[in-house]
């Protein structure tokens, strides 16, 4: 049941964790048996029940979503579980936007306040930042082992307002780094059960995925110049193409390079994972889902969205002697959905 | 007697544990070890928390102590569930789920409902909220709108003042015949734009001075005037303002994540159904000149004869830059249906 049948994928390129890395490491590969078609009724059934129900339905529907990916996904032979009521969510949700609506009737009515609720809402960031990871990592469980996340608000604070707040008044020079600290943020304070990741990655790692993102648009830039310089007739089309390519392939360059660090950073009790995922497979999987989009007005997204997610999966193992039997439950409160639902609809990805 | 074959967890650790479970005819429990076959639990199958069937995907059974069996026989377990007579609510959405008929019949009916979202309910919300929003908001829309043109497109006007001041005195009675509108007439020199005309939504009108320029006689600018104040009337700066968000909000929920694949192909939708919104706003403004012409009793051709004229140009350009890409995505009917229109309504 271990996996044993499909092969280790190769990790070249993973920097080794301190102290341990021996060549004959067990590997454990993480694996998806999901797929679009599958997805397809799920995501139609919730899509229509949804409309019908005028949203309220979309609380169930994200509980089935997340169900579909996290039951599909398998390591060591056991299913990942998403455990959260929907009624909570809905719940969170309606907070939400009741929370909205007050703010912008308040801003209407007397913009002072609306500036005094504005800022009362930015400084509650972090703590919905919070509580939005505590609830979405509550709720998922591996072996009927819940995650837990233990992060403080002060922390939150420091990864989401302090650091973007340098890198803004540094011009963006320490954009790198305030990404880099908030990646830290996520990994060390996430546990299963009582057992706590941790992360080795270094600030210079993710201001060479940076660097490597601007590569792109510039070299592309220069590639455009070249051609209007020489055929200037061809111009539009080739600025155009350029563009759309570099677009898509910063976007897969950055998505595969975070992802791997992310991973290939993170250990977890001795145990470290490995993702390998490729720039340009990537790339041409964003490329052909985002063509089958156009051509089907969007059908084809549940299909999409299970193509790449099966790649991130198959490309993802976990190595190590430790055995996987010995993670502890934790006792924990229940998490509230409120935090999770802000973070749905500001539209935050929390990675993970 | 039901048997199936599962995993055991206890709930504390991650250790796992191979199991079978059976349930006796008068709804008893028991779970045994599948190598020892040490019994691990016994307990009523009323006491089980069974979890929703999802696709073939593992099913638990969750116990008080926070102990799990888990299982793939998803048959088996609904056959138990059945034993007991509990209904389930998430058994109808496996149903619709699994079904191939009711995947088909929901596929059609989303698509009918996104298609009739886009078409009458998009407009008609934003209608709705256009006309509840306070006049501040239109205040801060036309004075954000104008700098933000001022700085990319338009420049100070070129025209002489007397020109300017004519043309504003022919033009006044549409402001004066609107007084609830607050009509304000701008003249900027077009650049990019060349002879055109836009309406802001707070009533502020701005005149190119090319279209000034390109007029043969005063009343066809007071013909665009009049389609100008039609587009102030029915409020169409702001509802394609609040159009554009609600639409790329509907299609955001729809595909429900905003990640970088989705954007780019959100675009291309959105830009069409967009211009689709604008045609059908040209054409209201066109009835509402054409009335207000009527009714000045100014021939209605005066509208057509200067859009005839702007066309001609637009043409001349076109052939002489070698490129026909901006008649392609017109955010206005086709000029040629338009100017027909006009004329066959034309007293």
């Excluded at chain 2, 619709?96 to 019949?105: D, I, Q, S, Y």
């Excluded at chain 2, 207000?292 to 066309?311: F, G, N």
Aim: hydrophobic share 50%; charged share 20%.
């Amino acid at each position: 049941m271990t996996g044993g049948s499909s092969p280790a994928p190769q990790c070249a390129d993973s920097p080794e964790a301190p102290g341990t890395a021996a060549p004959a490491d067990p590997v454990q590969p993480f694996t998806f048996d999901g797929t679009g078609g599958a997805y397809f009724r799920i995501w139609i059934v919730n899509t229509l029940l949804s409309l019908l129900t005028l949203g309220i339905y979309s609380a169930w529907a994200k509980v089935r979503r997340k169900q579909f990916f996290y039951r599909h996904t398998r390591l060591a032979g056991s299913a990942f579980a998403y455990l959260a009521d929907p009624v909570k969510i809905l719940k969170g949700r309606l907070i939400v936007f009741a929370s909205f609506f007050i703010y912008s009737a308040v801003q209407k009515v007397f913009p002072p306040a609306g500036l005094a609720v504005g800022l009362a809402l930015v400084l509650l960031l972090p703590w919905f930042v919070v509580r939005s990871l505590a609830f979405n990592a509550r709720y998922s469980a591996w072996r009927q082992i819940r995650f837990q996340f233990r992060g403080t608000y002060r922390a939150a604070a420091a990864a989401y307002l302090l650091w973007p707040l340098l890198a803004l008044a540094t011009l963006g020079l320490l954009f790198p780094y305030a990404y880099y600290r908030q990646r830290r943020f996520l990994v060390e304070n996430w546990a299963l059960g009582t057992t706590g990741f941790a992360f080795h990655a270094r600030a210079r790692d993710y201001y060479r995925i940076f660097g490597g993102f601007l590569l792109a648009p510039l070299a592309a830039g220069l590639a455009a110049g070249a051609v209007v310089w020489l055929a200037p007739a061809a111009a539009l089309p080739a600025v155009v193409l350029a563009g759309a390519l570099t677009y898509l392939y910063a976007l897969a360059y950055f998505s595969v390079s975070a992802g791997n660090l992310l991973f290939n950073a993170s250990t977890l009790d001795g145990l470290r994972f490995g993702a390998a995922m490729k720039v340009w497979p990537y790339a041409g999987i964003v490329f052909t889902n985002t063509l089958a989009l156009v051509a089907t007005l969007g059908l084809f997204h549940p299909f999409a969205r299970v193509r790449a997610y099966r790649y991130r999966i198959d490309h993802l193992v976990l190595r190590g002697a430790g055995g996987l039997d010995a993670f502890v439950a934790a006792e924990t409160a229940e998490a509230s959905a409120l935090g999770d639902e802000l973070s749905d609809f500001l539209d935050f990805d929390l990675g993970l | 007697m039901i048997v199936l074959d599962g995993d055991w967890y206890d709930g504390r650790t991650s250790a796992r544990i191979a199991a079978v479970l059976e349930m006796d005819g008068g709804g008893r429990l028991r779970i045994r070890r599948a190598d020892t076959g040490e019994t691990l639990l016994e307990a009523p199958v009323l006491e089980a928390r069974v979890s929703d069937r999802l696709e073939n995907t593992p099913r638990t059974l969750t116990f008080g102590t926070g102990a799990v069996f888990e299982t793939e026989a998803n048959d088996a377990v609904d056959r138990l569930l059945a034993r007991t007579g509990r209904r389930r609510r998430a058994r109808w959405v496996h149903t619709l789920e699994t079904k191939g008929r009711h995947v088909l019949v929901s596929a059609v009916m989303v698509v009918l409902i996104g298609a009739a979202l886009v078409r009458y309910g998009i407009p008609a919300a934003a209608q709705l909220l256009a006309a509840v929003l306070p006049g501040a908001v239109y205040e801060t829309a036309d004075r954000q709108t104008l700098a933000l043109l001022d700085r990319a497109l338009l420049a100070p006007s070129a025209l002489p003042p007397e020109v300017r001041d004519r043309v504003r005195r022919h033009l006044r009675p549409v402001a004066d015949d609107h007084p609830d509108l607050g009509l304000t007439l701008l003249f900027r020199r077009g650049g990019r734009l060349g002879p055109n005309a836009l309406a802001l939504p707070g009533g502020t009108i701005v005149f190119t001075d090319e279209m000034v320029t390109l007029a043969a006689h005063d009343d066809e600018l007071l013909a665009v005037m009049a389609h100008e104040a039609g587009h102030v009337v029915h409020r169409h700066a702001m509802r394609r303002m609040v159009q554009d968000s609600l639409l790329s909000f509907a299609l955001m929920a729809l595909t429900g994540d905003a990640s970088g694949a989705a954007e780019l192909f959100l675009g291309l939708p959105v830009l069409l159904t967009e211009l689709a919104y604008s045609r059908e706003f040209e054409r209201q403004a066109d009835r509402f000149a054409l009335d207000y012409l009527s009714r000045r009793q100014v021939p209605a051709a005066r509208l057509a004869d200067l859009l005839e004229r702007i066309d001609q140009r637009r043409r001349d350009q076109v052939r002489g830059q070698g490129g026909g890409w901006s008649g392609y995505l017109s955010t206005h009917p086709s000029t040629p249906e338009r100017i027909q229109a006009l004329r066959s309504s034309g007293p």
